[in-house]
T-cell receptor, first 113, second 117 residues
């Protein structure tokens, strides 16, 4: 089975721009979660989607948004980029339950200049 | 509150040494799951193990072993005869079925393991 895939792997943007990151979960997985990882803050939860519905949202400003499609693929969007948004963005998928094992993708490394 | 503490920020060992990574957790739940993930320099978090709170048997997988002790709320990870390829950041995590702003997985801050040849 193919693992979680994320595109693009690397991205360089400038302040004020917006960006869209994509995540394809493992086949059959219905839950997708997004995390931001920075050296200072560690792993921080962004949001979780299940069957196209957002189930949880972390403490991030409204500039961070996401969605999930009927095929379970998910996208997250960051508008009006700030320097502090530079991070590794990780996507994880799980079969369905909230305590299911989450399997992570390789991440998208976003650099904001 | 749900919390995971990995007190060791960085550990450095020489190849073939045994090393134990500590993980202490706090939870209000009676049923929960504990996880360990490995993050090599490439960045991807690799799942290592998932443990149910009702199963306190120690687990061994090759050079890896896990010691789950409910009495001390600890889930420690030991690598026997460490190798350079074990160099990575290791995260311990606790399930939170109620989710909320922390999500369904509460992560520790991670322990960076460096194995020198």
């Amino acid at each position: 089975k193919a693992g979680v895939t994320q595109t693009p792997r690397y991205l360089i943007k400038t302040r004020g721009q917006q960006v869209t990151l994509s995540c394809s979960p493992i086949s059959g997985h219905r839950s997708v979660s997004w995390y931001q990882q920075t050296p200072g803050q560690g792993l921080q939860f962004l949001f979780e989607y299940f069957s196209e519905t957002q189930r949880n949202k972390g403490n991030f400003p409204g500039r961070f948004s996401g969605r999930q499609f009927s095929n379970s693929r998910s996208e997250m969007n960051v508008s009006t980029l700030e320097l502090g948004d530079s991070a590794l963005y990780l996507c994880a998928s799980s079969l369905q339950e909230r305590t299911d094992t989450q399997y992570f993708g390789p991440g998208t490394r976003l650099t904001v200049l | 509150a749900q919390k995971v503490t990995q007190a060791q920020t960085e550990i450095s060992v020489v190849e073939k040494e045994d090393v134990t990574l500590d993980c202490v957790y706090e939870t209000r739940d009676t049923t929960y799951y504990l996880f360990w993930y490995k993050q090599p320099p490439s960045g991807e978090l690799v799942f290592l193990i998932r443990r149910n709170s009702f199963d306190e048997q120690n687990e061994i997988s090759g050079r890896y072993s896990w010691n789950f002790q409910k009495s001390t709320s600890s889930f420690n990870f030991t690598i026997t005869a460490s190798q350079v390829v074990d160099s990575a950041v290791y995260f311990c995590a606790l399930s939170d079925p109620y989710g909320g702003s922390q999500g369904n997985l509460i992560f520790g801050k991670g322990t960076k393991l460096s194995v020198k040849p």
